[in-house]
């Protein structure tokens, strides 16, 4: 189905991909891993024929299989509504017409070829089907919450939460023969997260899909493409994510295995020429009577065998060290997040009494909220998009006003709030500033606390308003971390970072000992995390576990 050999891709001096290999066959759904910026879209954006790559190819079968392609980012004309963009996945006949008559004759001169038959059966099929139904595209909107809308809205009303929706009810509506998704997960509540593992597991395509959903991952691979960021090359590996991430931990453990024997084995060889040369020497030194002429050969012979018997044992050590070495196991560089220790404050975090909130007094989001977060308590809010879990967190911080009730925040408690669309952050600051108004110390030790989220040399000085959205996510943790707070309100905290990035913040949150809010759609994160559950529906916020 498709074959990638040799692939290279430079952006000036820096490599993003070196010599890629790999094979996909038909019907197999493969996870495209990594972390942030080794060149995952970069990838993607080469197989979908967007970029070129330096050196290498890529080679389908059957030649001109139809491709989807989801990116990041939604790219729209002004002023198109929803109808007109849907229409772009329909089947254009006179395009497909084209396409048939040139296969039509390439058949004439190569009448035994089975790769071009099957295109063009498959062309044959595309012109008799109907393209997309009605009903089966209001089935697909519905799911991902965009039937409210007309076929006349602009696309430019939609939120950029709803237009990545959007693209993604356009590419599965195109029925493609190979889909690349890029991060199709983002902005999707758990039952749309649901919604589309089984719309994918029970697809008839070929796909490569960039996640850092692990959940998502394990449901819905056959097997795992792994870039390095180190050697830019791809590793295969069979099953989904669970499965890949254990085959790496063993692969690891017998890479360190084999590396700690080998070190022994070196430091033996060493001390062993070492002592012969220690003898070689003692007896040069003048062993035996320097009179004794039969003395002096018998020595001069046993140090010359000494030091040849060294020179073997040194010649030993050199082998291994070029031809047979193993390589240490490498360490990716990962966010380190450390909270310090943080008072208790108040048993009771924070309370919401008779709390309604919204924009609307006549439409209201949530009515009648009364609940108590108590210190300790790291609390997951789950609920569909819309259902007002990130208007709840605006009005427990104060940036939205109760429309009824009140919030009432116990003594002593200090609250860190990290919004989604991180506009909280300070734009016009550097990372190095924005740390330096919480973190008191010199600026080496603000640089040191900086490195711990990845923010090394000069990326300290960049302006905010320059960092990537997986950049500004870890300065905001090194914010929060600075900060020292007791409550931590996050709004979905892992969207742009990276697995191991989500693993280590995983880690640090469940060494954390104050309370923590979170509204997030990551299952692997709930499920390591939550100490308890939350979730808003039909206006009504309830405790469910």
Not at 520 to 543: C, M, P
Request: aromatic letters at 8%; charged letters at 25%; proline letters at 4%.
């Amino acid at each position: 189905m498709l074959a990638v050999s040799n692939l290279s891709k430079s952006y000036g001096i820096k490599p993003i991909l070196s010599s890629v290999s790999f094979t996909v066959k038909s019907g197999e759904r493969l996870g495209l891993v990594g972390p942030n910026g080794c060149g995952k879209t970069t990838l993607l954006r080469i197989l979908s024929g967007l970029e070129p790559p330096d050196h290498g190819s890529v080679r389908f079968t059957p030649a001109k299989p139809d491709l989807g392609y989801l990116p990041q980012g939604l790219v729209i004309e002004d002023k198109e509504t929803i109808g007109e963009y849907l229409d772009r996945f329909q089947n254009d006949i006179n395009q497909l017409s084209a396409r048939l008559a040139e296969i039509s004759e390439r058949m004439v001169i190569h009448p035994d070829s089975h790769g071009l038959q099957d295109e063009y059966d498959r062309i044959l099929q595309k012109m008799s089907s109907p393209g997309i139904s009605q009903d089966e595209k209001r089935m697909v909107l519905h799911q991902l919450e965009l039937d409210h809308f007309t076929e006349n809205t602009p696309i430019n009303f939609l939120s950029g939460g709803q237009k990545t929706r959007l693209a993604l009810a356009g590419i599965l509506l195109s029925n493609p023969q190979i889909l690349f998704l890029d991060e199709p997960t983002n902005h999707l509540d758990i039952e749309m997260l649901e919604w589309l593992e089984e719309w994918l597991i029970h697809g008839t395509f070929t796909m490569i899909v960039v996640s850092h959903d692990r959940a998502f991952l394990d449901h819905v691979t056959t097997g795992i493409l792994e870039l390095d960021s180190a050697s830019h090359q791809i590793r295969e590996y069979p099953g989904n994510y669970t499965l890949y991430q254990n085959l790496k931990a063993s692969e690891k453990k017998h890479q360190m295995d084999a590396y700690q024997e080998q070190q022994e084995e070196i430091q033996k060889l060493r001390e062993a020429a070492a002592h012969l040369r220690g003898i070689a020497r003692f007896r040069k030194g003048g062993k035996g009577d320097s009179g004794d002429k039969f003395a002096r050969g018998f020595f001069a012979n046993r140090t010359k065998g000494t030091v040849g018997r060294a020179k073997q044992i040194e010649k030993k050590i050199e082998q291994i060290l070029t031809t047979e070495k193993i390589e240490k196991p490498g360490r990716n560089w990962q966010i380190k997040v450390e909270f310090s220790d943080v008072s208790s404050g108040s048993r009771d975090v924070l309370r919401m009494e008779n709390l309604t909130i919204g924009y609307d007094s006549d439409h209201p989001l949530v009515t009648d909220i009364n609940q108590t977060i108590r210190f300790g308590q790291k609390i997951a809010l789950m609920g569909k998009n819309g259902s007002g879990k990130s208007t709840l967190l605006k009005t427990l911080v104060g940036q939205v006003q109760p429309l009824a009730g009140k919030v009432a925040v116990g003594a002593s408690i200090r609250i860190g709030y990290m919004d989604q669309e991180q506009k909280n952050l300070p734009t016009h600051s550097t990372p190095l500033k924005s740390v330096s108004e919480y973190f008191f110390a010199s600026e080496t030790e603000t640089r040191a606390f900086l490195s711990k989220f990845l923010f090394f040399g000069d990326d300290v000085f960049t302006p905010v308003s320059d960092l990537s959205f997986g950049e500004r996510a870890r300065l905001y943790l090194a914010i929060l971390v600075a900060q020292g707070c007791n409550l931590l309100l996050l709004d979905e905290p892992v969207n742009h970072l990276d697995i191991p990035s989500r693993i280590r913040f995983e880690e640090a949150l469940n060494h954390y000992h104050g309370t923590l809010l979170a509204v997030v759609h990551d299952r692997y994160f709930i499920q390591n995390i939550a100490t308890t559950l939350w979730k808003l529906e039909n206006r009504v916020l309830s405790q469910i576990a």
